[in-house]
């Protein structure tokens, strides 16, 4: 096992590459279950996650390509299976997205459900009542989904009772293959959304209200193969927003897309950092102290729950008092603990957490629980006086592309190494 050690302090400068979005690529590589024939998909981040959602579909039968630096050709035309087994599924939970493509198609899927995880209960309950609503009988064996048809999905309406991001690209791939039209009502509007909308239309299926919370789906009999670019990961873009707070100095991201950081650039603007928006750039350098300031976290554009453990380190140097509401996850608070143990002052009062900036964060050993979580301790270690030690960091690599290249390439003092036994 490796572990991450971060000498803290140094101010980073120079460029950063923002790669492709992890939670666009994974309903992209999905979508090309519907049919038959070479997709080809640009701008698709290696990782952990991305390569378990390929391992998932060439245990089906599916061929796929990818050269270094290149993109990925999938073609699921051999298809010989419809089962995503419990060991691939745990490791993701992700990988419930093949259900709708897989059932669209072959008119019957078995997917493992996904369980728990560290950061709450995550029930799919909204995917089933979808696909059901689409005339899919359901039926739970053995902690398996078994999901059947007869003959052909019909479209429908299905209604979230709170905005769903895989729940919504589950049933937008099944409905591009039913028969007649399917609305979606509250569809969760995130950007990588957008993005399989996007991929969904090349492939010949009508959608309409693409970025808004009502999308009618044209269902057809046959997809083609598409080619389309992941869009860039909004997620590692704040990310290396907030590193640069924290650590101080100036950088370049490059590759990147603003508008879909409304949240984030808002509030980093009221925290003090200097930021300075181009088409597909920001710059951001920090030039005075921090200003505590509050966050809720809610769906897109609101501000995303993936980057509230980032902002929480953030707080956690800053001046003054900011209170973090977290909306979306029960249990989304793993790294309170963790942060502690490097000196933040953090008091947590149900779905809030109180930060207490501190003067100075100190570097200690402490342990990733979960992605974002583990992000979080980068930015804390980035700041903190001394050496920062994180272990468990293949839950970083499920979701950032060369993080420790990334940052030592900006002048970050960072190391992967084996963690001693
Ligand atoms: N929910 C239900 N029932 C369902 C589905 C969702 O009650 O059937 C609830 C959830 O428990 C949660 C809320 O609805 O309280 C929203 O969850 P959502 O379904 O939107 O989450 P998700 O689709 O499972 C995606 C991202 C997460 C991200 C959330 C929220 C992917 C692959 N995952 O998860 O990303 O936190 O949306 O934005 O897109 C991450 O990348 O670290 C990550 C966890």
Known sequence: MERIVIEGGRGLRGDIQISGAKNAALPLIAAT???????????????????????????????????????????????????????????????????????????????????????????????????????????????????????????????????????????????????????????????????LVDMLTLMGCGIEGRGTDTLVVHGVRELRPAEIAIIPDRIETGTYLMAVGAAGGEVVLRNCNPKHLPALLEKLHAVGLDIEVGETSIRVARRGPLRNVDITTMPFPGFPTDLQAQFMALMSMGNGLAVIHENIFENRFMHVAELRRLGAEIHIDGHSAIVTGVERLRGAQVMATDLRASASLVVAGLAAEGSTIISRIYHLERGYANLVEKLAKVGAAIRKEKEPS
């Open 33 to 195: 279950l519907l049919t038959p024939g070479w997709h080809t998909l640009h701008n698709v981040p290696n990782l952990r996650d991305t390569r378990t959602i390929m391992a998932l579909l060439e245990a089906m039968g599916v061929r796929w390509e990818w050269a270094p630096d290149g993109p990925l050709r999938i073609n699921s035309e051999h298809l010989v299976g419809n089962e995503a087994s419990y060991d691939l599924v745990k490791t993701m939970r992700a990988s419930i997205l093949v259900l709708g493509p897989l059932v669209a198609r072959l008119g019957c899927a078995r997917v493992s459900l996904p369980g728990g995880c560290a950061i709450g209960a995550r029930p799919i309950d909204f995917h089933l009542r979808g696909l059901a609503r689409l005339g899919c009988t359901i039926a739970l064996n053995d902690g398996y989904v078994d999901a059947k048809i007869d003959g052909r999905l019909r479209g429908g309406t299905v209604y979230f009772d709170i905005p769903s991001v895989t729940g919504t690209e589950n049933i937008l791939m099944a409905a591009s293959l039913a028969k007649g039209d399917t609305v979606i009502k509250n569809a969760a509007r995130e950007p990588e959304i957008g993005n």
